[in-house]
Nanobody, 123 residues
Framework: QVHLVESGGGLVQAGGSLRLSCAAS????????MGWYRQAPGQQRELVAA???????HYADSVKGRFTISRDNAKNTMYLQMNSLKPEDTAVYYC?????????????????WGQGTQVTVSS
């Protein structure tokens, strides 16, 4: 497992942008799978975007064309660029990582998690 710390959350108006960062305690070179999740009050946690060590990406339909996930192995950091934000994007955003690409019960599985960062989009 690796220690992950998110940053970059905050309050933004609808239509605005934010960039989240996820800094790892060590090298992310061996982390074959990294991703961003979010959880809004009263809702289940959902996968927003994921990226492999090869750079393959996956996005939830709700964020396609607005969010971009990326990783910088030299800086041991993963990013989530969020544009055209909507009030429904309001949630706590978590980063996750795993050395393996794993599917458990039909869903991606990650063994390392950050503490979360709040994103609030006002209308």
């Amino acid at each position: 497992q690796v220690h992950l710390v998110e940053s970059g959350g905050g309050l933004v108006q609808a239509g605005g942008s934010l960039r989240l960062s996820c800094a790892a305690s060590g090298s992310i070179f061996s982390l074959n799978a990294m991703g961003w999740y979010r959880q809004a009050p009263g809702q289940q946690r959902e996968l927003v975007a994921a990226i492999t060590s090869d750079g393959d990406t996956h996005y939830a339909d709700s964020v396609k064309g607005r969010f971009t996930i990326s990783r910088d192995n030299a800086k041991n950091t993963m990013y989530l660029q969020m544009n055209s934000l909507k009030p429904e994007d309001t949630a706590v955003y978590y980063c996750a990582a795993d050395e393996l690409i794993r599917i458990v019960d039909g869903k991606p599985y990650f063994d390392s998690w950050g503490q979360g960062t709040q994103v609030t989009v006002s209308s």
